[in-house]
């Protein structure tokens, strides 16, 4: 009986020592870091990285978004700003933290609840992901488990996917460049999904910010279209020599998204 009572009491005080932490500190235990809910949010911007911010615009009414930095705007990416979203939403901190690192920061600023919300994210290259809420400066470490893939949400070119078509190249068997009603050349045979690949998702290409879509539509040169299973597939093809590179491809299924290339063949 005597050696039980030592363990008993051990215990019994650490029990009361959970529970004074739990109900009497300031410490957070897996609480949420935004006030915001995803439902609530109308617009995010992000500065992450040291790279130029962008902005996260939810249409009015809608679940759809918009990508923008400057001049560019994707229209087709709500399901990956909805992911982000997602993972915001479900940030927990795990403890407070003295200190904020100074490298690999995340500054993201929050409309659409009663007030705006500023939080600032950091991901040293050891140890947790930490938060700082910008209006109190309280500094938490992040649950791992609520941090996974949110670094790559939170950069402008994962909302760039180089894409003109959502069909896949191993489906094309034909392809067709015209100009207005004349051919200018066919392929049907040899290695078409290589060279549909090539237009589909010109994993190379840079985007070509300096295309204006009203202004350069005279520039148009051809249209190739995709054939798959009988069904036409486009991609309008402009060109300027005194581009960067001279030919600028839009596809039909993300019409403002512009890719240059050197050639077409």
């Known amino acids: 009986m005597r050696t039980l009572l030592p363990l008993l009491l051990m215990a019994v005080l650490g029990y009361a020592g959970w ?5 009497f500190t300031d410490e957070p235990l897996q609480e949420k870091l935004l006030l915001h809910t995803a439902e609530e949010l109308k617009k995010i911007t992000i500065t992450a990285f040291g790279e130029e911010p962008f902005q996260l615009l939810r249409a009015a009414g809608t679940e759809e978004w918009t990508v923008k930095q400057g001049i560019t705007e994707r229209y087709d990416q709500s399901e990956k700003v909805r992911r982000l979203l997602l993972a915001l939403e479900g940030l ?28 600032e994210l950091a991901f040293p290259d050891t140890g947790p992901a930490l938060g700082k809420i910008k209006a109190t400066g309280d500094v938490f470490a992040l649950s791992p488990t609520t941090t996974s893939g949110l670094p790559r949400l939170l ?13 896949e190249p191993e489906r094309v068997d034909s392809l067709v460049v015209t100009f207005q009603d004349s051919l ?3 392929l049907d045979t040899g290695a078409i999904a290589a060279l549909a ?10 985007s070509a910010d300096y295309f ?17 299973g009988g069904e036409p597939h486009q991609i309008t093809v402009y060109q300027d020599s005194l ?16 890719w240059a290339v050197d050639s077409l063949r």
């Open 19 to 23: 529970y004074y932490w739990q109900e």
């Open 92 to 119: 927990r901190t795990d403890s407070v933290m003295r200190q904020f690192p100074p490298n690999n920061r995340a500054l993201l600023e929050l409309e659409g609840g009663s007030r705006p919300e500023q939080i």
């Open 155 to 167: 950069r402008f070119t994962t909302y760039r996917e180089r894409r003109l078509l959502r069909l």
């Open 184 to 186: 200018l050349w066919r």
């Open 197 to 206: 690949k090539t237009f589909i998702a010109p994993a190379a290409a840079p």
């Open 212 to 228: 204006d879509e009203i202004m350069d539509r005279e520039k148009y040169f051809a249209t190739l279209k995709l054939y798959s």
């Open 243 to 258: 581009w960067p590179k001279p030919y600028v491809l839009v596809g039909e299924d993300f019409p403002r998204s512009y």
